[in-house]
T-cell receptor
Framework: GAGVSQTPSNKVTEKGKYVELRCDPI?????LYWYRQSLGQGPEFLIY????????DSGLPNDRFFAVRPEGSVSTLKIQRTERGDSAVYLC???????????FGQGTRLTVV | AQRVTQPEKLLSVFKGAPVELKCNYS??????LFWYVQYSRQRLQLLLR??SRESIKGFTADLNKGETSFHLKKPFAQEEDSAMYYC????????????FGTGTLLAVQP
């Protein structure tokens, strides 16, 4: 596909469990971003990758959240010991470079019960 | 503090009426301002950015540094404009590290 792909589209997990959310960026895009959107809010920045490295992880809320992009393409957002407050839509975006338009995926809706 | 404020959660207008979606920001420095749109069941997408000074789908937005505003305007609303609109800003050199407002739902009635 031509767009940013996120899987799964929906994830329901129990409090305390570990989850992984996947993002497939547009081919050739070196920059990748994760955002979190809680109900009734705008997206909130979590982390930005340039290539394989996390260039800015200042938005990660605490050390339960971690993201990787080992080969500079697919990225995985990992959440340990999930809490009900982690319930949100997690958005991924990619861009050719940090100064060009970012294209968003459809998001993963995470529900922690 | 860096912040984007969209005071209206919902704006309802009739087709053909003018539209103004309000956005105010707080940022120390020279931010770049954006409007993003999300149509029903579609992904978030860029509508316009202030440095482009373009009109997209009939929408325009002017950056007013004195009033720290970036209101989105369209002279004649169409039903297909119904969507969620988010104003966002980024600091210089970090274009896609965005701070978003809470969004305004525009409903254009026939």
């Amino acid at each position: 596909g031509a767009g940013v792909s996120q899987t799964p589209s929906n994830k329901v997990t129990e409090k305390g469990k570990y989850v992984e959310l996947r993002c497939d960026p547009i081919s050739g895009h070196t920059a990748l971003y994760w955002y979190r959107q809680s109900l009734g809010q705008g997206p909130e920045f979590l982390i930005y990758f340039q290539g394989t490295g996390a260039a800015d992880d200042s938005g990660l809320p605490n050390d339960r959240f971690f993201a990787v992009r080992p080969e500079g393409s697919v990225s995985t957002l990992k959440i340990q010991r999930t809490e009900r407050g982690d319930s949100a839509v997690y958005l991924c975006a990619s861009s050719f470079s940090m100064n060009t338009e970012a294209f968003f995926g459809q998001g993963t809706r995470l529900t922690v019960v | 503090a860096q912040r984007v404020t969209q005071p209206e959660k919902l704006l309802s207008v009739f087709k053909g009426a003018p539209v103004e979606l309000k956005c105010n920001y707080s940022y120390s420095g020279s931010p770049e301002l954006f409007w993003y749109v999300q149509y029903s069941r579609q992904r978030l997408q860029l509508l316009l950015r202030h440095i482009s000074r373009e009109s997209i789908k009939g929408f325009t937005a002017d950056l007013n540094k004195g009033e720290t505003s970036f209101h989105l305007k369209k002279p004649f609303a169409q039903e297909e404009d119904s969507a969620m609109y988010y104003c966002a800003l980024s600091g210089s050199g970090a274009t896609n590290k965005l701070i978003f407002g809470t969004g305004t739902l525009l409903a254009v009635q026939p």
